[in-house]
């Protein structure tokens, strides 16, 4: 099974929409995909979820959220472990391990336990691990061949135990000046993480707790919202299409710069892709990915 998470703490890059794209992708491919939304905003989960099912979800009246925030309730209240995630069935291939809003209560608990990780305290490593397991225990219920998590655009605790669950990271991103300068701020903060995880784990005082080895590994990344004009990027974007390259090269991968400025020819780069203006509203509003959109 391998984990990917999708991250770059600039917003607004698609990087929710290019995760639902893939996990319907590689369910029509026959893969089992496991989704986890650990995204406070729960973008994804109204992606998938119609509106009357989020209703429910998260309604107001009822302390018992059907979503990530139910496997979290014992641990916030001091009164036991994880339970297993109420997850949701979306097609034949994917399940969905539903968003919260109130996910961004979770924050200062998995703050606070990061710090008391180098104590030993053992209910510390099991708040750090917490979404890591709650991934674990729902990813073998449904025998998934594949996680894929979808974390905010931030640095914050709850990203930082999201992305620690990974195996790998994607990284989607606009050709822009705020993307270049996301990637120079998550190669060192993505670095820092692993070393500092390190450390942690070896104080870990419970050997039978099952941790992460946040690997973060970077895939690559994505361009999207590419401008297209004749076959090539308008010039709006071209200046920063170049930058990209090397740029993630230096600070994700802490390799020499090699002087490549094209995307297209870039071993780092999963794809380009451009924007479908029309057809990605009238996906979401069918909730579908736009390679399942048929003419009226």
Known sequence: MRTLAFFNNKGGVGKTTLLYHLAWMFSDM??????ADFDPQANLTSMFL???????????????????MASLRPIIRGLGDIEPAPCRSIGRNILLIPGDL????????LSEAWGKCLDRQEPAFRITSSL??????????????????????NFGAINRAGLISADSVIIPMAPDLFSIQGLRNLGPTLKTW??????????????????PEAKMEPLGYVVIQ?????????SAYEKWARRIPSTFREKILELPKDGATSTVNDSNCLGLLKHYRSLMP???????????????
Request: glycine residues 6%; charged residues 25%.
């Open 102 to 109: 109130g996910l961004s209560n979770f924050e200062s608990n």
């Open 30 to 35: 026959g893969k089992r995909v496991l989704v």
């Open 50 to 68: 119609p509106e009357q099912e989020l209703e429910k979800l998260w309604d107001p009246d009822n302390e018992r959220h059907q979503s990530v």
């Open 282 to 296: 009238m996906a979401m509003e069918a909730r579908k990915p736009i390679f399942h959109l048929k003419p009226a």
């Open 132 to 153: 890591y397991r709650i991934i674990l225990q729902a990813a073998a219920d449904f025998s998934a061949n594949l996680v894929l998590i979808d974390v905010g655009p």
């Open 226 to 234: 590419f401008g297209i004009r004749d076959s090539r990027p308008v």
């Open 194 to 211: 692993r070393g500092e995880w390190a450390t942690r784990l070896s104080l870990n005082p419970a050997v039978d707790l099952a941790l």
